[in-house]
C-alpha cells in the first residue's frame, strides 16, 4: 500500500501533499555538510529529520531517489587549509592541503551518519568534482543575461528574475539593484546581486575557467549537482531554516533563471537545535559534537530518538535530560517488544475492559500513519505507540495475547522501527549497543582517560563480550 504524506511547504508556507513528478518515486536533494571540521548536533539533527522524512516516504511505499552534496569548497575550507602553507606554495600543493582537510572530515561525517543510523543518500557528490558543470550553468546564466563579470569574478543579476525572492518572501522594493556580495554567507538585510565565481585571491587554490583562475561561489554548486544528478524537476529540496536565504533563494535563481521553468516543488526546512535560547554554532563555540557526547557515554540513538521525537518544524533546546527521557521511552519500547517476542504467561484471567488486540492495533496504526502523514508529527505518532504498548501490556498481564497477536504487534514494531530506527529486533540492538561501547573505550583511549577505558572494558566483559584489537586499528568483538 502507498501512502501519500503531506509537509509544510516554505515556497507557500502551507502544508501540502507530496506528489511526485513521477508516480510512485521521489527525488529529493538536501544540502550536505561543510567539511571543515566536526559537524555538531545542530547540523546532526538536521541530518536526522532528512533521514526521518526519506525513511517515512520510503516506509509509505514510495522509491526515494535521494542526492545530500559534500560542500568540499567554500570560505571557511579555504580559511582552515591553508595557513600552514607559505605565501609562494603552488596551486597543486594548495588543493592538497584543501583536500587532506576535507577528505579527514568527510570520513568524520559519514562515520558520525553510521553510528547515528542515518541512511547515506544514492550520490554523495563532492563540489569540487562537478567544476564543468558549475561552469556550464554559469555560462548559461550569462547568455540570458542574468550574470555579469566585474574585475574576473562573476555575479548572478537578480534583478532579471522576476520570482528572486519567492522562498523567502521578500519585498523587492526593499533590494539594492546593482549592489553585489562576495561573501557566501550573507543576512537578509543585504538583499543583493550574488557571486557566482570568484576570481582568485592570493593564498587561495584556484581553476580555470572562462573568466580566469577562480573558484566556485558555495550557491552555484548545490544547483550544479543537484541538476545534474536529479534532473530539472525536484519533487523535495530541504535544509535547516538559515538555508531559505540567501541559500536556497539563490539555488532558485540559478537553478530556474537557467532551466526556464519551476524548479523544486516542495521545499522543506527543519529548525534550529538551541542551547540556552541560541542557535548551536561553530561560531558561538555553544556545540557538542557527536564524539563529545559519545565520550560521555551517551547512547547516539538515544540522541536519534530525543531529536527525532520533536516536531522538525519546532526549535528545540538540547539539554542531558532530554536525553535521559529518550533513553526511559527507548527503554519501554524495547521491554515491550522482548515482551512480545516472548511467550504470554497464563495470565489472571479476563480484565475488567477486556479489549481486542488486533483492532486495538490497527487503531494504533491508523492514527500512528493519520500524524506522521501530516507534515511529520512524530509526537503523535509516538503517542499512538505508547498508548497501544500500556493498553496491551494491561491486557497481557490478564488475557495473554497469541502467538500471531504477538507477530502482529511485532511486525508494527518492525514497521516504525523502518523510520525511527531505534528499536530493532534484540540482535540488532545488542550490535549497536556493542559497538556504541568500543566507540567510547576507542574516544576514552584518545583522549588518554584510562580509566574510563578500562571500566568499559570491563563493562564489555561483563556482557560477555571479547574485544580483538586489530592490525590496521580499529577493534573487532565477538560473543565470549
Ligand atoms: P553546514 O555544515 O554549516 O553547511 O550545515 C549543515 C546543515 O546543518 C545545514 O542544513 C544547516 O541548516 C544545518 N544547521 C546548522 N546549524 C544548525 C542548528 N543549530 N540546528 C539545526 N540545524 C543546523
Ligand atoms: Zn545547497
Redesign the pocket.
Known sequence: MRRTLSLFNTLTRKVEPVIPVQEGRISLYT?G??VYNY?HI??L??FLFQDLLKRTFRTAGLQVRHCMNI?DVEDKIIRDSQGALPADASNDSRHAAMKALTDRFTAIFLEDLDTLRIQKADFLPRATAYLPQMIRLIQDLEAKDLAYVREGSVYYRIAGLPQYGCLAHLDREGMQAGASVDADEYERDSVTDFVLWKSAKPGEPWWDSPWGPGRPGWHIECSAMGLELLGERLDIHS?????IFPHHENEIAQSEGSLGHRWVNHWVH?E???VEGQ???KSLGNFFTLHDLVAKGVDPIALRYAIQSNHYRKVLNFSFEGLRAAENSLRRIRAFRKRMEGEGQAGSGPWKETLEPLARLGQAREIFWAAMADDLNTPEALAAIFTLISDLNAQDDHVALTREEREEVLAFLDETDAIFAAWPREALSLDAEVEALIEARRVAKATRNWAEADRVRDQLKAMGIVLEDRKDGTVGWRRG
Open positions: 544540502c555538510p561543510t559537524a545542530g547540523n539533527r538536521t560542500t535544509g535547516g531554516v538559515d538555508l527543519g534550529f537545535l538551541m542557535k548551536m554554532a
